[in-house]
């Protein structure tokens, strides 16, 4: 995935973003986005992630973001989200996910879709714990 920041190559571009999403507070994620539409693997998740969810990032690579719902999810926000997806629209919205040890979350999260032409080929979502918002 090129990083197109005009004046740097593409490897000083993806050498920013890593940096700037490994420091970054909020969860990110970044999966492909799978021919027929929707998220396959994960390829990418930051120290945030791991923090929220308790998962390493070698146990989710490859994976894809399903592992994180459970019986609590709210499916109508999870067809929101292909439906928007689907349409290359961002996606805003919350449910319930679930951590390693199967403790429930609030997660607040966007998910932007990322375009090489037309095509979608990646989704970032920036996701965040809103458990304990009042």
Same mark, same amino acid.
């Given at each position: 995935?090129? %990083?197109?920041? /005009? ?12 940096? =700037?999403?490994?420091?970054?507070? !909020?969860? @990110?994620? @970044?999966?492909?986005?799978?021919? =027929?539409?929707? =998220?396959?693997?994960?390829?990418? &998740? !930051?120290? =945030? ?10 146990? &989710?690579?490859?994976?894809? /973001? ?29 449910? %319930? !996910?679930?951590?390693?040890?199967? !403790?429930?979350? %609030? ?5 932007? /879709? ?5 095509? &979608? ?8 714990? &809103?458990?304990?918002?009042?």
């Amino acid at each position: 995935m090129a %990083i197109d920041i /005009p004046g740097l190559s593409d490897e000083q571009g993806h050498q920013i973003f890593k940096t =700037a999403a490994d420091w970054a507070f !909020n969860a @990110i994620t @970044i999966t492909e986005a799978l021919p =027929a539409g929707g =998220a396959g693997p994960i390829v990418y &998740v !930051n120290e =945030a992630f791991t923090e929220m969810t308790g998962y390493a990032p070698e146990e &989710v690579l490859g994976r894809t /973001p399903g592992m994180l719902q459970g019986p609590n999810t709210e499916r109508e926000v999870l067809q929101r989200l292909a439906d928007q997806i689907e349409r290359g629209e961002v996606f805003h919205g919350e449910t %319930i !996910n679930y951590r390693k040890d199967g !403790n429930e979350f %609030i997660l607040e999260w966007i998910v932007i /879709p990322v375009k090489k032409g037309e095509t &979608v080929t990646h989704y970032v979502a920036v996701q965040h714990d &809103v458990t304990g918002r009042l």
